[in-house]
């Protein structure tokens, strides 16, 4: 099933331009370690032309063009992407899977996400219109008040390797919906979907420069873009150490930041859960997107009167993940993103064996694929919480375990982390999932189930994980200023001070 990447320039100002410094970056197939084709590498001086065309197109006509133009003129530009998008989902779909090493299934439920998403943000921005001078009531009849709502300018979006189109889409429809202009800048690991999005853009008739799409490294992109004096506020998904550097850039300049940052989720199996359900569960949570995701319930903390037993089956589920090529029928795990990230994971194994873990199942290559960053589904037991399997995220399909006896030791094993993005507990008494929920730190919580999404509700984490939410209502608020208009609305003068006698 041969398919060929396009190859693509800069998105800049509706327009595809080479870099400025000419370079190029490979793509790699990770299922074949082949080099497959290129992206441009940008740096910081096709990041000042992107920030300009940004600029330009908010200015555009005062304004009328984009930024205060109505929500519903911003909705049918948000819809046709939407209709595009699944106009083109097969390919997007393998192109993802290729690029990336997602399985073909996961990836075109992506693209149906990323279409929806845009949907999604659509309706919010015809919305919006009616939300516009939100009277305010006041206690001095005098005055009458009213909120209007902004868009925060030019914002600059900075997204991971692991959902490469659908992350870019979190941020991208309700930057745009709230009528912001964008830059983009996509993991050089995974940028082929994004570019396609531009084409996308360019196909629909975007305004020119309200959407602008620069690939390329981190340093040479992504901190440009971050510091850049003209960029009114950065959103960020990735890893904690490098949203720690975007905060310190934007805090020179006073700017906003949102961040999604990186997890080590629990999840709480009680001894009355159904153990073949809980088990699915329990293997979706880590092993789905080949681990590669920020809110994986990567901590199993297992009631220890059904822990043997649950282990056990949880091992034969696992056995049963069919791990090949990711465009490969039936695919379940497919190779993980990058040879940097292979050794990063293998590395996390040997350091948990050393430190005295035991590897209960997977740990190292699939003997059947001799090619590609194959890593098995693995189990780690015997973990202490001191061990860095505990605390630190591997992001990829690595799995450790703790029991437990009681609700109370289960739930301080649960907040023993520096993150607070997902967790998950699965039981039959509701009451006491309602309980955990409230006492679980996360931003997210799931009851007899892990890691579905949605983008009508909202998404984020506390602690380390980062702060701001995406998705739902609140993903459109991060793009929104919040502007106060107050009339002194009486005949009379306002009497504070003495009146100078008339002449």
Known sequence: MAIQIPTRLLFIDGEWREPVLKKRISIINPASEEIIGSIPAATAEDVELAVEAARRALARNKGRDWASASGAVRAKYLRAIAAKITERKSELAKLEAIDCGKPLDEAAWD??????????????????????????????????SHVL??????????????????????????????????????????????????????EVGLPPGVLNIVTGLGHEAGAPLASHPHVDKIAFTGSTITGSKIMTAAAQLVKPVSLELG???????????????????????????????????????????????????????????????????????????????YEKILKFISTAKSEGATVLSGGARPEHL?????????????VTTSMQIW???????????????????????????????????????????????KALQAGIVWINCS??????????????????????????????????????ASDEPWGWYKSPSKL
């Open 263 to 341: 997890g080590k989720s629990p999840i709480v199996v009680f001894d009355d859960v159904d153990i073949d359900k809980a088990a699915e569960w329990t293997a979706f949570g880590v092993f789905w997107t080949n681990g590669q995701i920020c809110s994986a319930t990567s901590r199993l903390i297992i009631h220890e009167n059904i822990a043997a037993e649950f282990l056990d089956r949880l091992v034969k589920w696992i056995k049963n993940i069919k791990i090949s090529d990711p465009l490969e029928e039936g695919c379940r795990l497919g190779p993980v993103v990058s040879g940097g990230q």
């Open 149 to 202: 709502k902004e868009p925060i300018g030019v914002v600059g979006l900075i997204t991971p390797w692991n959902y490469p189109l659908l992350m870019a889409t979190w941020k991208v429809a309700p930057a745009l919906a709230a009528g912001c202009a964008a830059i983009l800048k996509p993991s050089e690991l995974a940028s082929v979907t994004c570019l396609e999005l531009a084409a996308v853009c360019r």
């Open 111 to 144: 693209v149906d996400d990323v279409a929806g998403c845009f949907e999604y943000y659509a309706d919010l921005a015809e919305g919006l219109d009616a939300q516009q001078k939100a009277s305010i009531s006041l206690p001095m009849e005098q005055f009458k």
């Open 391 to 437: 605390r630190e995220e591997v992001f990829g399909p690595v799995l450790c375990v703790k029991t437990f006896s009681s609700e109370d030791e289960a739930l301080e094993l649960a907040n023993d982390t520096q993150y607070g993005l997902g967790a998950a507990v699965i039981s039959k008494d509701l009451e006491r999932c309602e309980r955990v929920s």
């Open 370 to 382: 001799k090619k590609g960053f194959f890593i098995e589904p693995t189990i780690i037991t015997d």
């Open 451 to 488: 890691q579905p999404c949605f983008c009508q509700a909202p998404w984020g984490g506390n602690k380390r994980s980062g702060f701001g939410r995406e998705l739902g209502k609140w993903g459109l608020d991060n793009y929104l200023s919040v502007k106060q208009v107050t009339q002194y």
